[in-house]
């Protein structure tokens, strides 16, 4: 495969509205593959931040992750497991200050990711600080499917339980790297 000759890892990207099941994905399929691990920047950065955020925290946290991820891609050997990329800082952007800076919009241009897996936002809601839409997921979620198909080609949305979704994204993968 091409993208084998020219990378030494592949990148899949976990991704999906809040309290969809992501992080807990992300660490899962880590696990599995023994894969590093990209977290959620936004998480440490917001915790960290002793302010309501503004727009221009956007636009640091998305370099915060994409810095993050591109650090943990020159260790990986095979898989990049991502807990998120810029197409969350791209819709959070949009859905709250109603535009996207220029600086957030070219990472999410020109980042590419093997596989996407789009998490349904099935699970019931945990109350967390750090969320803000309990009753828009539905909503959200039609954002990243119109926003992930126009920008990638490979993208699995996943329903069902944790375990559900584990075994379909650990399929997804062996069928990514083994083709045959």
């Given at each position: 495969?091409?993208?084998?000759?020219?990378?030494?890892?592949?990148?899949?990207?976990?991704?999906?509205?809040?309290?969809?099941?992501?992080?807990?994905?992300?660490?899962?399929?880590?696990?599995?593959?023994?894969?590093?691990?990209?977290?959620?920047?936004?998480?440490?950065?917001?915790?960290?931040?002793?302010?309501?955020?503004?727009?221009?925290?956007?636009?640091?946290?998305?370099?915060?992750?994409?810095?993050?991820?591109?650090?943990?891609?020159?260790?990986?050997?095979?898989i990049l497991i991502c807990d998120t990329g810029?197409?969350?800082?791209?819709?959070?952007?949009?859905?709250?200050?109603?535009?996207?800076?220029?600086?957030?919009?070219?990472?999410?241009?020109?980042?590419?990711?093997?596989?996407?897996?789009?998490?349904?936002?099935?699970?019931?809601?945990?109350?967390?600080?750090?969320?803000?839409?309990?009753?828009?997921?539905?909503?959200?979620?039609?954002?990243?499917?119109?926003?992930?198909?126009?920008?990638?080609?490979?993208?699995?949305?996943?329903?069902?339980?944790?375990?559900?979704?584990?075994?379909?994204?650990?399929?997804?993968?062996?069928?990514?790297?083994?083709?045959?």
């Open positions: 495969m091409l993208k084998n000759v020219l990378s030494s890892s592949f990148r899949i990207l976990i991704t999906g509205p809040e309290c969809s099941g992501k992080s807990t994905l992300s660490a899962a399929l880590a696990t599995h593959f023994a894969a590093p691990l990209v977290e959620e920047y936004a998480r440490e950065f917001l915790t960290q931040l002793a302010r309501p955020y503004i727009q221009q925290d956007l636009i640091t946290i998305c370099s915060g992750q994409m810095e993050l991820e591109d650090k943990l891609s020159k260790k990986a050997t095979s810029p197409e969350v800082i791209k819709i959070w952007s949009e859905v709250k200050y109603k535009n996207c800076p220029s600086e957030i919009q070219i990472e999410f241009e020109k980042r590419e990711y093997d596989l996407v897996f789009l998490c349904a936002p099935e699970f019931p809601w945990v109350d967390d600080p750090l969320r803000e839409h309990p009753e828009g997921r539905e909503a959200l979620f039609g954002l990243y499917e119109m926003l992930l198909a126009k920008r990638h080609t490979r993208v699995a949305v996943l329903i069902g339980s944790k375990e559900e979704r584990k075994s379909l994204a650990i399929s997804g993968i062996n069928h990514l790297i083994q083709p045959n």
